[in-house]
């Protein structure tokens, strides 16, 4: 089956920790993104992926990092420099970053602060 | 900049309802408009695409249209069933630019 992985589903932050969120696709998407989504607000875009060894910062970088190695693996560091990360997380894929391609998206991971 | 706002932030409705939710966008520089859909803690799932070509879309009981001019778009959704019942997101796709920018959402929830 091709989709999108999100691991860990559920993932707690200690102050002062850095964390590690996983995103791997198996559709042959050039394009991969992440999203933090809050309550009652729409998708934020953190960064994205146009090709392997790539990326750009979206609207709300501060406090994230990511890498590009490999085309299917687009991981995203939260750092403890992000001082508000309770959210849920989103990765998206598509299959270029032309205006008309679809994203699917990953199941998400919830990341909570101890 | 573009925005994206969908009214209205929740809606309750009985079984076999016939039913709107709006989306509208500050922007008509758009290559696309889509539709999601969110189960509670779950990804989004797309419904449907209307590049900015095309007026409507369909995909069974589901009909979304577009509006350019005006910076709107629709999602009808014929006979409303229980499993109906979810978060439904608008987002649209900007000319010249990379970025997909998604509304706040619409929360349904269709009674038994």
């Known amino acids: 089956d091709g989709g999108i992985t999100q691991s860990p589903k559920y993932l707690f932050r200690k102050e002062g920790q850095n964390v590690t969120l996983s995103c791997e696709q198996n559709?042959?998407?050039?394009?991969m993104y992440w999203y933090r989504q809050d309550p009652g607000q729409g998708l934020r875009l953190i960064y994205y992926s146009q090709i392997v060894n790539d990326f750009q910062k979206g609207d709300i970088a501060e406090g994230y990092s990511v890498s590009r190695e490999k085309k299917e693996s687009f991981p995203l560091t939260v750092t403890s420099a992000q001082k508000n990360p309770t959210a849920f997380y989103l990765c998206?894929?598509?299959?270029?970053?032309?205006?008309?391609?679809?994203?699917?998206f990953g199941a998400g991971t919830r990341l909570s602060v101890l | 900049k573009q925005e994206v706002t969908q009214i209205p932030a929740a809606l309750s409705v009985p079984e076999g309802e016939n039913l709107v939710l709006n989306c509208s966008f500050t922007?008509?520089?758009?290559?696309?408009l889509q539709w999601f859909r969110q189960d509670p803690g779950k990804g989004l799932t797309s419904l449907l695409l209307i590049q900015s070509s095309q007026r409507e879309q369909t995909s069974g009981r589901l009909n979304a249209s577009l509006d350019k001019s005006s910076g709107r778009s629709t999602l009808y959704i014929a006979a409303s069933q229980p499993g109906d019942s979810a978060t439904y997101l608008c987002a649209v796709r900007p000319t010249g630019g990379f970025k997909t920018i998604f509304g706040a959402g619409t929360r349904l929830f269709v009674k038994a």
């Open positions: 922007d008509s520089a758009i290559y696309n």
């Open positions: 998206a894929s598509s299959i270029g970053s032309s205006g008309g391609a679809i994203q699917y």
């Open positions: 559709l042959n998407h050039d394009a």
